[in-house]
């Protein structure tokens, strides 16, 4: 991977960065406690606290998801970056952008080939 290549992954990595964070305050506001003097209905107050968990995985997904993003940050410009840890073949970037973690190719992954 040379420099250009780093530098459109690490631009790609934190524009996702950015996009994860806005989820996440998103869903932060969506999964607040649904107040018990809502003025709703039986019926529409079960809705949203079924809407409340579907929320809150997607959230705790999204923060999941950010963490990845940030490790993947910090690891650009490390010499292994992008290179499988088994085979030591280049990883596709289209892999990196989907699994910025992803310490392995798609072949040895679904192999799951280990070290
Ligand atoms: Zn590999």
Redesign the pocket.
Known sequence: MDDAEREELKARILDEIADTEERIMGLEKATEAVAPDKALGRLSRLEAMSDKSVNDAALSDARERLGQLEVALTKVYQAGFGI?V??E?AIAHERIMALPHAS??V??ASKGRVR
């Open positions: 499988c088994t085979c073949e392995q190719c072949a040895c």
